[in-house]
């Protein structure tokens, strides 16, 4: 029988182990006893089914991340179901590694939903900050166009995009907000919310709010232990698998 615990990230890994952020999982730590028990063909196939064994439990790391977000989040994103990667184990370094994806100039958005804290601004905010005050936030009001996920659709944001530069460069001229378009933001002093309207027959309707402080969140996910426990029921299964095949086909 393989156990699974966990251990520290000081010192050498061991044989077969599941690498994650900060912490490692070590799931081979009685492989000397089994190797001890096995046939000179086994122990020499041993290396080899450990190696495939460790990438098969960090695979069910991997997938275990998407189910707990799936229960965890309404209506998650493809992208984010599938924000983690496996850097897979050898023979010769039988350690595997769950890991984010990475976001390129900035912090991975899942890890404040994993610790908690104020929303960074997205890529679409940082783009609307050359055209409007600095650091604020848009958050999608009623009459938004929204996809099935939640977010807004790239129609939408164009058009957000396309009112905030008409209101920016409407302003320099006027001092007022811009109106000459169907969708329009507000600018500082607007008897309206901040925010960016749609004009339809004489009515108004908010399409999107701004706002100066972030939305904060609690934490909400524990994808640590999502790929520990997967991890842990899948290898004890796996190097036995594992290991019967390689000897089975061993020339």
């Given amino acids: 029988m393989v ?125 609307l900050g050359r055209a409007m005050p600095g650091g604020l936030h848009l958050v999608p009001a009623s009459h938004a166009k929204l996809n099935r996920f939640g977010n807004m659709t790239p129609g939408q944001r164009r058009e957000i995009l396309a009112a905030v530069r008409g209101s920016k460069s409407a302003g320099r001229a006027t001092g007022k907000t811009s109106r000459n378009r169907g969708v329009f933001a507000t600018k500082p002093g607007s008897r309206l919310s901040p925010g960016v309207y749609r004009r339809r027959s004489r009515q108004l309707y908010k399409v999107a709010h701004f706002i100066k402080r972030p939305a904060r969140y609690r934490p909400g996910i524990d994808l640590d232990r999502a790929v520990f426990s997967a991890a842990q029921a899948a290898f004890p299964d796996a190097i036995a698998a594992r290991l019967s095949a390689a000897i089975r086909t061993a020339r």
């Fill in 3 to 127: 156990t699974v615990n966990r251990i520290a990230p000081e010192g050498n890994y061991p044989s077969g182990a599941l690498h994650l952020g900060a912490a490692m999982i070590r799931i081979s730590h009685n492989i000397d006893q089994l190797e001890r028990e096995l046939s000179d063909l086994g122990r020499k196939q041993l290396p080899f089914a450990l190696a495939l064994a460790t990438n098969d439990a960090a695979t069910a790391g991997q997938q275990a991340t998407g189910a707990h977000m799936q229960r965890r989040f309404a209506s998650p994103t493809r992208f984010t179901l599938n924000a983690f990667r496996v850097d897979r184990a050898t023979k010769r370094y039988p350690v595997a590694t769950v890991e984010r994806k990475t976001i390129a100039g900035r912090r991975h958005y899942l890890e404040t939903q994993e610790s908690g804290g104020a929303r960074a601004l997205t890529g679409f905010e940082r783009l």
